[in-house]
């Protein structure tokens, strides 16, 4: 299928702007509601949740895999006790030929299948529970190669610190039992008399169970936190600490299981096999073995639940990094989290109603076989294309018949799923919706080849026809490409060589974020914590100049430790990328990038010299950062600090509706009521609750309505979430309900605008409707920060892009020293006032965007047309070429639908009246921190 149509068919129009449970700026704040009864349900519920969620899956894994090993570990200890005690039961005498044979033998299995049992099994029982935890409890979507891919991940890292913190557990339980036995022996020859066995049974169980917490909490900070050795230690005893305040009632419920569940098989092989001691540790061995593995998940998943606890509990706690790099998202939670309601306790009214899409499940059934037929059936076209237009049109209209199926199956799926990842059952139906779009795609891949070789008059000549109208501009595109389509064998050949020319990004994936270990940093605290991508921008925003500056520094040397690496992978890609762009006779590699979106070369230009116009401007803003920091030079670790007093106000959810249609009033009577029915009739799902996906999104389903996922928390942040995830949803509705389906889907150059506007007008509104210095201050600040970081880095991203290919397009080497330099300069350009160092200079080894070339000049011309429109909706009139932007959908290239709203990215007068309202911010700005 074609690209457009693959897009919708794999994520239903999902526009994953995530505003994530971070805030918008890169703020967390802990919103921990105490209440002591939730605080000791919350961990058993989840610990519930974690053990019943795949519980059958895991241990069919878990037997097939280990317990056959299991199962002869335990048979050759028996058959190395009968070789002791019973040897006669062997046919031989103690000490004969056959006795020592098997002792030999099975002494070396023992040791074999003993090493497999804790070097595999245990952290594998365990990891599964931490795989869940990233399901369930924190709603990464993660499916099928993705998923495996992060336990494989996760698997290495626990492996790693495994033998280490075992190793103390079991040295310490031995002395402590050693140390309990000689006390107890002691004291009971004085005091205690029979006692004394009891006491040394009971107080040596109960000091070796201390040591679980700490160390299966050093396991899960193994997993979770990217540490390992001491340092995991010392976090799990940390966190036992904390664990023994916030889920003592978890950590009680599982001591108790494991000693009921130790007495009762005790017990139970007493009562088979008498007093036979070889009997009796024969049974009592095989139920251990099949007992274990359930019994060690349970294990696993409260310790996981425990450990979610002591972070949950603690002010100052690292947040939670877990990141979906398939996708190109990110999701970062907030220091702490809100207590959650089950999803069964949110009012109807607060959810969305995915019911609109199919009423019940036969129907969504009947729909997927509908579209299996469909797909089946397909192939049949092939090589009919160019017989007639009749032949063409009916491949067209069964392409479209197909992806719009795909697309309510999969969106009904996945947005179930997304209610609470860990449903198996929703998890199913979203693969077996994957799976019937990659069916589709491999079915339809003659398609477009094969409308090319139909001559471009006669092509064009069909298309005119009425019954081709809503076909009209896909033929168009198609064929706008015909001079850089090549022939079927050159295209398969480029097809097949595309997985060795994208490797680079996947090299660069795995040594960012799985190899390189980017140290500790020592926090405001005192205390020493993991650096990664996630926390290197938690101290970023740090009030501390300490600890940005050695947050900042450490971070780039594990870049610069690499930089050969780096520089190699980089230069892999740039290189990708021109061959691609000469052997499809293009320009350039800018060009080829544009060429799909329709996106003239002079937008990428205009876009940078406009930018360069108005860095007076920035420099300006800079330097009130450095005057209130009152720092002597400001320093790049010290652009992101904020520089006015909070005001991310309380905002309940019903506030947070009004807000956003009053911010939008002068959008019309008829946005309005859009909006009051997306409050009304079941678009929004709206609070956090256990499994649900973080972050927020929306997403579009063709003939019905779009919907909105968000986790609402109570802040303006959210406030202003909403606003933007509604921008998404009326220019999906508004595009479907005026266009067919074929043309509705817009695409990401324009995406981005409505909800933009959305944001910009939330912030006009606020402003004109503040009087307080101090929150005027911190709303122009935070517009102000999104303009510098989305217009301005932006746009420095992509000069260097533009750049660093033109080097290699001209044969110039792209080594270390001239990529860093050029960087440098750059720096040096846009934050002109800034001391820029040798660190930010190889600041481009670490932007994962770069792997994409050319893609995030759109940020930055999104926010220009955002801001341009709303600019022009408040004091222009232009509301009715605004809304009919949003109803143009795909009917067209983006650039064509901005011009006609009135914003022409051709020419950089329109990047420069956007740059003219940031410039106005930071007069107003200026005055208020005087």
Not at 383 to 400: N, P, Q, R, T, V
Request: charge should be negative; include cysteine; glycine fraction near 8%.
């Amino acid at each position: 299928m074609s690209k457009c149509v693959a897009f919708i068919a794999l994520l239903p129009r999902v526009c994953y702007t995530v505003h994530t449970m971070q805030s918008r700026h890169d703020k967390a704040r802990l919103r921990e509601k105490k209440n002591a009864y939730d605080g000791e349900q919350r961990p058993l519920r989840f610990g519930w949740r974690l053990f019943s969620a795949r519980l059958g899956q895991r241990l069919a894994a878990f037997y097939l895999r280990g317990g056959l090993a299991l199962l002869v570990l335990t048979t050759a200890g028996i058959f190395l006790a009968a070789a002791y005690f019973e040897p006669g039961l062997l046919g031989s005498v103690r000490g004969g030929y056959r006795a020592d044979i098997i002792l030999v033998l099975g002494g070396g299995a023992t040791i074999l299948l003993a090493g497999l049992t804790f070097a595999y099994l245990l952290p594998r029982a365990v990891t599964a529970a931490y795989e869940e935890t990233a399901l369930i409890c924190f709603g990464l979507p993660h499916t099928g190669a993705v998923q495996r891919e992060e336990a494989t991940r996760a698997f290495l890292r626990l492996k790693g610190v495994y033998w280490w913190v075992m190793l103390v557990r079991y040295g310490t339980g031995v002395l402590f039992g050693f140390g309990a036995w000689a006390a107890a022996r002691w004291l009971g020859g004085r005091f205690l008399g029979d006692w004394s066995g009891p006491v040394v049974w009971a107080f040596g169980i109960m000091l070796f169970w201390q040591s679980r917490f700490p160390v299966s909490l050093a396991l899960s900070a193994a997993v979770h936190e990217h540490v390992s050795g001491v340092s995991a230690l010392r976090r799990g005893q940390k966190l036992a600490g904390r664990a023994r305040e916030t889920a003592p009632l978890a950590g009680l419920i599982t001591f108790c299981a494991v000693m009921l569940l130790t007495v009762g098989v005790m017990e139970l092989s007493l009562l088979l096999s008498g007093e036979n001691l070889l009997m009796r540790g024969s049974v009592t061995a095989f139920l251990l073995v099949l007992l274990y593995p359930p019994l060690r998940l349970l294990l696993a998943a409260f310790d996981t639940a425990v450990y979610a606890e002591a972070c949950r509990g603690c002010p100052g706690v690292s947040r939670w990094h877990i990141g979906a790099r398939g996708i190109r998202t990110k999701s970062e939670t907030r220091k702490g989290k809100i207590d959650m309601n089950a999803r069964d306790q949110i009012d109807a009214s607060l959810k969305w109603k995915l019911d609109d899409i199919y009423a019940t499940e036969e129907l969504w059934e009947a729909d997927y076989a509908a579209a299996q037929a469909l797909v089946g059936a397909f192939p049949e076209h092939a090589g009919k294309l160019s017989l007639s237009a009749d032949a063409l049109y009916a491949a067209l209209c069964d392409e479209s018949r197909i992806a719009l199926l795909i697309d309510h199956v999969y969106a009904y799926a996945h947005l179930h799923k997304d209610e609470d990842n860990g449903n198996a059952k929703y998890q199913g139906m979203t693969d077996r919706a994957i799976q019937l779009y990659v069916s589709a795609q491999a079915a339809s891949s003659f398609l477009e080849p094969e409308i090319l070789t139909i001559p471009e008059e006669t092509l064009l000549g069909w298309a005119a026809a009425e019954r081709f109208a809503r076909f009209r501009f896909r033929i168009g595109d198609i064929d706008r490409r015909r001079a850089h389509t090549l022939s079927t064998e050159e295209e398969r050949l480029l097809a097949m060589a595309e997985e060795p020319l994208s490797g680079a990004d996947n090299i660069f994936t795995m040594l960012t974020d799985v190899d390189l270990d980017y140290g500790t940093v020592v926090d405001e605290k005192g205390e020493a914590v993991k650096l990664t991508h996630g926390t290197y921008n938690m101290f970023l925003v740090n009030p501390d100049r300490r600890v940005r500056r050695d947050a900042y520094e450490t971070f780039y040397q594990a870049y610069r430790n690499m930089k050969n690496t780096l520089n190699a992978t980089y230069s892999a890609s740039v290189k990708g990328d021109v061959f691609r762009a000469r052997a499809h006779r293009f320009d350039g590699s800018l060009e080829a990038a544009l060429h799909g979106n329709g996106v003239p070369v002079p937008v990428y230009e205009q876009l940078i010299e406009a930018v360069h116009e108005m860095l007076p401007v920035l420099r300006k803003y800079l330097d009130i950062r450095k005057r209130v920091l009152g720092v002597d030079e400001l320093e790049m670790y010290d652009l992101y600090v904020p520089i006015t007093a909070d005001g991310d106000a309380d905002m309940p959810y019903e506030d947070a509706k009004a807000l956003v249609k009053a911010a939008l009033k002068p959008l019309g009577a008829e946005y309005a009521a859009l909006l009051e029915e997306a409050y009304t009739k079941g678009w929004i799902d709206v609070y956090e609750t256990p499994g649900k996906t973080s972050g927020a999104f929306c997403a579009e389903t063709y003939g019905t309505h779009p919907y909105v996922l968000l986790n609402f928390q109570g802040k303006m942040d959210d406030a202003f979430t909403l606003g933007h995830e509604l921008g998404h949803a009326m220019h999906s509705h508004y595009s479907a309900e005026a266009q067919p389906y074929e043309t509705s889907n817009y695409r990401i150059l324009a995406a981005e605008v409505a909800s933009t506007v959305n944001e910009t007008l939330m912030t006009h509104y606020l402003l004109a409707n503040e009087t307080d210095q101090t929150k005027r201050a911190y709303y122009i600040t935070q517009f102000l920060e999104s303009f510098r970081t989305t217009c301005f880095r932006q746009t420095m991203f992509a000069e260097f892009e533009l750049k660093a290919h033109r080097m290699a397009e001209s044969g110039e080497p792209l080594t270390v020293e001239s990529l860093s330099a050029m960087y440098r300069a750059l720096n040096e350009l846009y934050y002109e006032g800034a001391h820029v160092d040798d660190n930010i200079a190889i600041e481009w080894m670490r932007i994962p965007h770069f792997y994409n070339a050319f893609y995030v000049y759109q940020y930055a011309t999104g926010l220009c047309s955002a801001v341009k429109l709303a600019d022009d909706i408040l004091h222009g009139g232009a509301v009715e070429r605004y809304i009919n932007f949003l109803k143009s959908g795909g009917s067209d290239y983006p650039i064509e639908e901005l011009k006609a709203a009135g914003v022409d990215l051709t020419k950089k007068e329109s990047i420069i009246a956007s740059l003219n309202v940031f410039a106005e911010y930071v007069n107003e700005l200026d005055e208020l921190l005087k």
